[in-house]
């Protein structure tokens, strides 16, 4: 194996700052070597032994010690990327304005590879024109600058400008390492719905027919959508225990009857749809409204099935002018054909865009981290996805939905 992805993670100095030693943990037990170079205030709210005891790496906050060995300049040149957690209002004011007086500020300023910050602020900081101008000028210099999640603040207030999860950072971090382009904004004033998770088909109040979809792919193409400025709905059935992505409007539901319902509402004013949920193709015709007992006959009950509606075949008769539709298809070859046969087949079946298969079965693709298989277009065309994260998998649909969206501007 190479060298470690060198990692330089900057703190800033919020409360938030404690979340950065779990995003540190993540990365350092993911083969990364981080450096952390925090400001003097974040200091204040971790102690640089945790810092130095969870990187191996010595602490410094400003550019008078290690003189020889010229860190203010070092740190930033050798890295191969750096993290901003949390980024504070003021940070992102100085990394703007190109000011140099720590060590993380002139970091910074001679970082060559991709450079993340992750805001976590007050709402009211968050929205104040010279923050959002600020954010604005960092991002048109090829900053990443992402959304704040929205939810409970320091105290006992909430909104707008909480920090994203750890795990979230350091899916983003490695989704970063791996495609530097990954988190433009080309999706900004886009609306996308995606749908994630496994439906649940009760037949008592206790017992239900489910499947094994872990909700993971859904979820990282709603966080990637959103990070690349899209407004996301996601519409989750059940999953694994996932962090909410930061800056999505989540919507949960259980059985296919109620993903149709929520999906169709937001449908009716998106630009794209991905369906990535596991719905249940059948359901018990009855629910019984007490638990099903045993007999004493030693008998077992018989369930008859239903069909459920297919969802995507439902908004491909109502798409609207423009909408682009995305599914997904789980296949194993059989005797009539390849993977890729049968999904050729169904591409054409389905009348969607683009159609991303799943290899499935020996452990691939479901509850894992890493998936693979294709990405098929309506016009024929066919591309490979490589086994990689599910982020990076997110970022090869979206990247072929701009595509996409870009030729039907072409064309108009
Ligand atoms: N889907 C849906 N509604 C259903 C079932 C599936 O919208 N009731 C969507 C899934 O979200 C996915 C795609 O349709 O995007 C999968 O298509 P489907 O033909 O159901 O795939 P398979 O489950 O692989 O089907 P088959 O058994 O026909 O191969």
Not at 19 to 35: I, M, P, Q, S
Not at 40 to 45: D, E, G, P, R
Not at 134 to 155: I, K
Not at 373 to 396: F, H, N, Q, V, Y
Request: a neutral charge.
């Amino acid at each position: 194996m190479g060298t470690r992805p060198r990692v330089v993670l900057g703190v800033g100095g919020g409360i938030a700052a404690y979340k950065a030693c779990e995003v540190l943990r993540g990365l350092t037990e993911t083969g990364h070597d981080v450096r952390v170079v925090p400001t003097a205030s974040a200091l204040n709210f971790v102690g640089a032994a945790t810092f130095e005891a969870l990187s191996g790496h010595p602490v410094n906050t400003g550019v008078f010690t290690q003189v020889p060995e010229v860190q203010h300049v070092r740190v930033g040149q050798e890295a191969d990327l750096v993290l901003v957690v949390p980024a504070t209002a003021d940070l992102l004011a100085r990394a703007a304005h190109g000011l140099a007086d720590d060590l993380l500020t002139n970091t910074l300023l001679t970082a060559r590879c991709p450079v993340a910050f992750f805001p976590a602020m007050h709402t009211e900081m968050w929205e104040h024109p010279a923050t959002q101008a600020n954010v604005a000028l960092l991002r048109s210099r090829g900053a990443v600058v992402t959304e704040p999640d929205s939810g409970r603040l320091t105290g006992k207030d909430t909104g707008k400008g909480r920090l994203a999860h750890p795990q979230e950072i350091v899916d983003l971090a490695r989704l970063l390492l791996a495609r530097p382009d990954a988190l433009r904004r080309d999706l900004e004033g886009l609306r996308v719905v995606v749908s994630a998770g496994g439906t649940r088909e009760p037949l008592d109040p206790v017992r239900f027919l489910g499947n094994r979809s872990s909700g993971k792919q859904g979820y990282a193409l709603a966080r990637v959508a959103a990070q690349r400025g899209a407004e996301v709905t996601l519409v989750a059935a059940h999953t694994a225990a996932l962090p909410d992505p930061a800056g999505v409007h989540l919507e949960r539901v259980s059985t296919a009857a109620e993903l149709e319902g929520a999906v169709n509402a937001a449908a009716a004013k998106a630009d794209v749809v991905v369906m990535a949920a596991a719905v249940a193709d059948f359901r018990p015709t009855e629910r019984a409204e007490h638990k099903i007992k045993k007999k004493d006959d030693g008998s077992a009950p018989t369930v008859t099935l239903a069909r459920n509606p297919d969802v995507l075949a439902g908004l491909v008769e109502r798409r609207r002018p423009g909408q682009l539709l995305v599914g997904f298809a789980a296949e194993t070859g059989d005797e009539h054909g390849s993977v890729l046969d049968h999904a050729h087949k169904k591409l054409k079946r389905k009348g969607v865009d683009l159609l991303v298969v799943n290899a499935v079965g020996e452990g691939r693709a479901f509850e894992v981290d890493e998936n693979t298989g294709w990405l098929l277009s309506a016009d024929g065309a066919e591309r490979r996805i490589p086994m990689g994260a599910k982020s990076e998998l997110a970022t090869t649909v979206w990247d072929a939905v701009s595509e996409l969206l870009r030729d039907g501007e072409r064309r108009q």
